[in-house]
């Protein structure tokens, strides 16, 4: 599968962006789904994730309450709608897809979990 990563941008801290991860080449529905971001001369991290279903989230302790993952299977994409900006949410962020597993739960934040990556999109967030 394919992910194109979108929406990214540069916005004043308290401001929004809606990140767009769209899939071709497969069916979302397949795929748990997570969002990473890396900062410059940082790893990349964990930022989000939805299982395929779409019922069940998780999140980085340092986005809970500004940040919301969602899916739309229907349409083959993952968004990732942020708000609250802050300046340390600067980062390359990334869509990733892990295969439907039992084991998700305990590997959601993982980079291993994940067979597939978009190519990242920038978000650039000013003080």
């Known amino acids: 599968v394919q992910l194109q990563a979108s929406g990214g941008g540069l916005v004043q801290a308290g401001g929004s962006l809606r990140l767009s991860c769209a899939a071709s080449?497969?069916?979302?529905?397949?795929?748990?789904m997570g969002w990473f971001r890396q900062a410059p001369g940082k790893e990349r991290e964990f930022v989000a994730a939805?299982?395929?279903?779409?019922?069940?989230?998780y999140y980085l302790d340092s986005v809970k309450g500004r940040f919301t993952v969602s899916r739309d299977n229907a349409k083959n994409t993952v968004y990732l709608q942020m708000n609250s900006l802050k300046p340390e949410d600067t980062a390359g962020y990334y869509c990733?897809?892990?295969?439907?597993?039992?084991?998700?739960?305990?590997?959601?934040?993982?980079?291993?979990?994940?067979?597939?990556w978009g190519q990242g999109t920038q978000v650039t967030v000013s003080s």
């Open positions: 939805i299982r395929w279903s779409g019922i069940t989230t």
């Open positions: 080449g497969g069916t979302l529905s397949n795929y748990n």
């Open positions: 990733a897809a892990a295969p439907r597993r039992s084991d998700y739960s305990g590997s959601y934040y993982y980079e291993g979990a994940y067979d597939y």
